[in-house]
């Protein structure tokens, strides 16, 4: 509650949230590079690690240092995070903003609490998003359900505006790239869990 800006959650999600958010990634073939943006405590973590075969890559994004601290000792010692043979797997302890130039991704399952950050931000990270992602590559969303009309109603007007201007922008990428949606309800508070896919050129 004291870091709502890094925190998009009060508890850690749901498995049931995490496999959605997965739910691309568990029809994959062949090898593939992933990006998970946010991995924060591991939620959406530990569905992925089970899904990844040898020659597959896993990119951990988290600006949080206790956070990304907190989820190496989880692949250290809890089963549910022990990686397969081959896989490779690197904790990035950095904004999220600062991949330009790397690796391009299969799948990206973001988890950032996009609503909560300044529209020009909102505006970068989903552009880059786009950018890093492979042509045919698939990048999921979530968002919570419920609390973003209840934080417009009792917001101020700069509050509403902010979220109007990111509602947009989003709006404007999931007019290109959104295929599916789907919500959550196994979750507190229940989330949606948003699919964009960049097109393939061939």
Do not use: C
């Not at 507190?188 to 869990?193: D, E, R």
């Amino acid at each position: 509650m004291s870091d709502f800006f890094h925190m998009g959650a009060v508890l850690p999600s749901s498995r049931y949230l995490g496999q959605a958010g997965a739910a691309y990634l568990a029809q994959k073939q062949g090898r593939v590079d992933v990006l998970e943006v946010g991995s924060g405590t591991g939620s959406f973590t530990r569905e992925i690690v089970p899904l990844l075969d040898v020659g597959d890559r896993l990119d951990m994004v988290e600006i949080n240092t206790d956070l990304i601290a907190y989820l190496r000792r989880r692949f250290e010692t809890e089963p549910a995070f022990q990686l397969k043979p081959g896989v490779t797997a690197n904790f990035i302890n950095s904004d999220v903003r600062g991949l330009a130039g790397r690796f391009t991704y299969d799948y990206i399952v973001f988890s950032l609490p996009l609503t909560n950050f300044p529209p020009e931000m909102v505006q970068s990270i989903l552009s880059l998003m786009i950018e890093r992602l492979k042509p045919g590559g698939v990048f999921s969303y979530v968002k919570y359900a419920f609390i973003s009309r209840f934080k417009y109603l009792f917001g101020g007007a700069a509050t509403q505006s902010a979220m109007r201007q990111n509602q947009e922008t989003i709006g404007s990428f999931a007019d290109l790239y959104q295929i599916e949606q789907r919500l959550v309800w196994l979750n507190v508070p229940p989330a949606w869990t948003f699919y964009w896919q960049k097109p393939d050129v061939n």
